[in-house]
Every structure is written in C-alpha cells, then in structure tokens.
C-alpha cells in the first residue's frame, strides 16, 4: 500500500513538471487568432490568453493577411467559414507567404 501511495506521489509529480514545463513554452509562442465577434469567439480569446500571453487577436472583418504581414507568428488559429470563401483564402494567401506556418483552423458553425 505505501509503495502504490508512493508512486502516485511520483506520478503526480512527473505530471506537474511536465505541465510547469508545458505552460512555460507555450508562454513564448506567438499566435494570431482571428475569430469571429460573437460570444463563442470571445471566450475562446479568453481561453486562449490563459495558456499564450503573446495573442494577436483580429477580428474575422479585419484584414488577417496585412496582420500577419507585421509580425512572426509561430501559430496562426482562424476560422473556416464553408459559406464564404475568404477565410481559405485568407490561409492560402498566409502560406504563400510563408509555406512553412503552422494554422490551426475550425470550422465556424453559423447556428
């Protein structure tokens, strides 16, 4: 019994340095995020801003390409809008500028 306590003890541990870790790298990234000015892309922001504490938010009506244009990004995170076509182009036109950038996309449900 007092090895199982123990090995918890570790794990839990292990668990919390990996994580500290975790959090500290994910402290250097630089995101932008575009979103959508509703609710659901508010809390994310907020979400967001807890993890990363170098966010460049921009709203889906600004112009992302000129954002992502005066800084590095290392991740870029937006939205896939099926109805309009500018968000793919919007990531088209990011990678054609830069082939190599990591974008994470959701798709935004209008419902």
Same mark, same amino acid.
């Given at each position: 019994?007092?090895?199982?306590?123990?090995?918890?003890?570790?794990?839990?541990?292990?668990?919390?340095? /990996?994580?500290?870790?975790?959090?500290? /790298?994910?402290?250097?990234? =630089?995101? $932008?995020?575009?979103?959508?000015?509703?609710?659901?892309? !508010?809390?994310?922001?907020?979400?967001?801003? !807890?993890?990363?504490?170098?966010?460049?938010?921009?709203?889906?009506?600004?112009?992302?390409?000129?954002?992502? !244009?005066?800084? !590095?990004?290392?991740?870029?995170?937006?939205?896939?809008?099926?109805?309009?076509?500018?968000?793919? /182009?919007?990531?088209?036109?990011? $990678?054609? $500028? =830069?082939?190599? /950038?990591?974008?994470?996309?959701?798709?935004?449900?209008?419902?």
């Amino acid at each position: 019994m007092l090895e199982l306590f123990i090995t918890i003890i570790i794990i839990g541990v292990v668990m919390h340095n /990996q994580t500290k870790e975790l959090l500290e /790298q994910a402290n250097t990234l =630089n995101i $932008l995020y575009r979103y959508i000015d509703d609710e659901c892309g !508010k809390h994310t922001f907020n979400t967001l801003q !807890k993890y990363f504490s170098n966010i460049t938010p921009v709203l889906d009506k600004q112009d992302v390409v000129s954002k992502y !244009k005066t800084g !590095k990004f290392d991740i870029v995170i937006t939205n896939i809008d099926t109805i309009t076509p500018i968000s793919i /182009q919007t990531c088209v036109n990011i $990678l054609t $500028l =830069n082939p190599d /950038q990591e974008i994470l996309f959701y798709p935004y449900l209008d419902e």
